[in-house]
Nanobody
Framework: VQLVESGGGSVQAGGSLRLSCAASGYIFSSYCVGWFRQAPGKERQGVASIYRGGSSTYYADSVTGRFAISLDSAKNTMYLQMNSLKPEDTAMYYC???????????????????WGQGTQVTVS
């Protein structure tokens, strides 16, 4: 599985960005996929995840109501729509995937085996 993120950039507080994660194969129907972020000096944090084609979604409390995760299976692409961005959202954003994620651990980075290279989001 190969994952490639895009869509990061610099935006003012209150603005929006949409991140994309292109997968190498048809994994969305059977994998748990998600977005994580890591700011300098901080641990990698789960942001949002979506399970097996969208049957369930999970969000970190800090982004609930502002971010939305979605899939386009026809394009093998996952998205993260980020609205009402705040300076504390500044981080490197990664997409991740795994075929087996334990219930209750959908936002735990250690559950995921496949990672993209990351895309930087800066909010000022």
């Amino acid at each position: 599985v190969q994952l490639v993120e895009s869509g990061g950039g610099s935006v003012q507080a209150g603005g929006s960005l949409r991140l994309s994660c292109a997968a190498s194969g048809y994994i969305f129907s059977s994998y748990c996929v998600g977005w994580f972020r890591q700011a300098p000096g901080k641990e990698r944090q789960g942001v949002a995840s979506i399970y097996r084609g969208g049957s369930s979604t999970y969000y970190a409390d800090s982004v609930t109501g502002r971010f939305a995760i979605s899939l386009d299976s026809a394009k093998n692409t996952m998205y993260l729509q980020m609205n009402s961005l705040k300076p504390e959202d500044t981080a490197m954003y990664y997409c991740a995937a795994d075929s087996v994620v334990l219930p209750g651990r959908e936002l735990e980075a250690s559950e995921y085996s496949y990672w993209g290279q990351g895309t930087q989001v800066t909010v000022s």
